[in-house]
């Protein structure tokens, strides 16, 4: 995909325009996938235990009620990856939502999730760095390739390897760590979204909460977009300490947060109207009954909408949408 491109030919555009939060109920829209349906009975797994302790100084009123989900951990486990011993797959952990790959090459590696005619293409690097990629089309059989270029933009096969998947929940992929969506136990994102929740009574307030402190600590940062970003991957922790960043980075820092303190949350690439302007932008699941703030809208049971990128620069939080003008593409 063409970053550079949708960065500074859209975002630029945009953000003197409309709105820029819009949410509305889920309904998928994914080029060439016909694999995963709406959530309709699946719900994600009940919370395990309290986050944080109280203060020393702490009173009651301070501490919230919300429970925190066990975290939700993605790795690559290098003694159970299939190998010809330069490249490798690992896929012991489809079930909960991802599959693992590294290799080694001097030359560029690119790694292909092919579900049905679904194929998302993402960047590996050569030097044996591990990544972990979502599962985000559901339940069915998926093949793995590693690919290797060999001249200009043509690559070849290295190495592959498959799976028939059956995924614990449907929530899965968005309740964990990936490329674009990527955080640790001790990240930073993850303290501070843990200070958020520890001070919450639901779902709803954590949401409203992560939303105030990106709008209101992150800048876009143009010089950024203006950059090389054919292999970009953002750093949810290094947006954070900077306070700057493209929508990708806005993105995957919100989804990190959220993902923390286990609700199901998609970063989305798509096109947004009028512009055709390509895109990232969030989605995420809360089965809270309808709330409504001046921030935002939440659906029960339902995906909604959440553009942090355009809240952030300059929206005055006045229009509720019902995003017609969104088009899902991609997600993670």
Known sequence: MDKKKY???GIKRLIPAVILVVLMSFSLILQGCSGETSPQNDTPPAAEEPQGAQDEQGTQDEQGTYVTPAFRTASFHDSLAETNGIMFIDTSAVSEGYVAAA???ESRLKFQVVYGDSKYNYDLPGDGTPKVFPLQSGNGY?????MENIVDNKYALAFESAADVMLQSEFEPYLRPNIYVNYSETSECVKKCGEFAAKSDNVAEIITKVYDFVCSSVKYDYEKAGGEL???????????KTGKGICLDYASLAASMLRSQGIPTKL???YVAPNDTYHA???FYTEET???SVKFKIDENNWNRLDLTFSANGSDSSFIGDGTNYADVYQY
């Not at 998926?142 to 590693?146: A, D, N, T, V």
């Not at 054919?230 to 954070?240: A, L, V």
């Open 7 to 9: 960065i500074t030919n």
């Open 103 to 105: 290799g080694y090459s």
């Open 142 to 146: 998926y093949s793995f390739r590693i």
């Open 230 to 240: 054919s292999m970009y991957e953002p750093k949810p922790d290094e947006t954070m």
């Open 268 to 270: 989305i690439f798509g």
């Open 281 to 283: 932008w969030n989605m």
């Open 290 to 292: 309808g709330w409504v």
